[in-house]
């Protein structure tokens, strides 16, 4: 016999980003995000995939330029490897679920906290048969001399910004809540970036780190977060 029980979830209050309301703020509609993120909350920072395929021009979860690895960090963005790679390695391995984050074609950023991030070039395939408990990713570009390592929180994540720079740029804020789908159930979304004319809660914004501040022209006055 079943033990009764009732799974409720972790109860999330309405966010209310606006400051003074969305009138007048420039926004972009029907945007387009890539699957396999899970559910991205109002308020959370945006990229664009930069590939030349794959999802290129989808959006995702901005990744902010510095990490601990911690629980407490909300980067859907990035998908933490099972295993460290080798030196100059061709593949990484990541859970499946995560591997649904990422499309043959797309161009793969590798990180940690101590190594300097590497482009891979783009992925060529993703084998989510060979083993029941993670996939593996094969990409262009085999990474340097140095291994990534995962008790240095390595991580692969799409690129999504200008290679000069972090990898991963800020291009906007979501406006709403949108769920794009976990592992082999994941979709995409439609959803609405807000771009500039704008005063939101700063509080109530995610992963808009300075950087991102600095990529969308933005300014913390008090609690609010201003875009130009």
Request: a negative charge; glycine letters at 10%.
């Given at each position: 016999?079943d ?12 966010k209310e980003i606006?400051?003074y309301?969305?009138e007048?703020v420039?926004?972009?509609i029907?945007i387009?995000?890539q699957?396999?993120y899970g559910?991205?909350?109002?308020g959370?920072?945006?990229s664009?995939?930069?590939s030349?395929a794959?999802?290129?021009g989808k ?6 330029t ?9 980067h ?14 061709s ?5 499946i ?5 990422f499309?043959?074609?797309d161009?793969l950023i590798?990180?940690d ?16 048969t060979?083993y ?6 094969t990409?262009t570009?085999?990474?340097g ?11 692969v994540f799409?690129?999504?910004g200008d ?13 709403k809540s949108v769920d794009?789908?976990l592992?082999?159930?994941a979709?995409?979304a439609v959803?609405?970036l807000i ?5 939101l809660?700063n509080?109530?914004?995610t ?5 991102a501040?600095t990529?969308?022209s933005?300014?913390v006055?008090g ?6």
């Open positions: 016999m033990i009764p029980g009732v799974i409720i979830g972790q109860q999330k209050d309405y606006y400051v309301g969305s007048g420039l926004k972009v029907n387009t995000l699957a396999g559910l991205i909350d109002a959370f920072a945006l664009q995939n930069e030349a794959g999802g290129v959006f995702l979860p901005y990744n902010p510095t990490f601990t690895g911690g629980a407490s960090e909300n859907p963005g990035r998908a933490y490897l099972v295993a460290s790679n080798t030196a100059t390695g593949t990484v391995a990541v859970t679920e995560d591997s649904y984050k499309a043959v074609g161009d590798i990180n906290n101590t190594t300097t991030k590497e482009s891979l070039g783009a992925i060529t395939a993703i084998d989510r060979t029941s408990n993670y996939a593996v990713i990409f570009t085999a990474t001399g140095t291994a990534f390592t995962t008790a240095r929180f390595a991580h799409v690129e999504a290679n000069t720079n972090n990898y991963s740029d800020c291009v906007g804020i979501l406006e794009t789908g592992g082999v159930n979709k995409g959803a609405t771009w500039s004319n704008c005063a809660w509080g109530m914004v992963n808009v780190d300075s950087a501040r990529d969308i933005a300014t006055f609690q609010q977060l201003m875009i130009r």
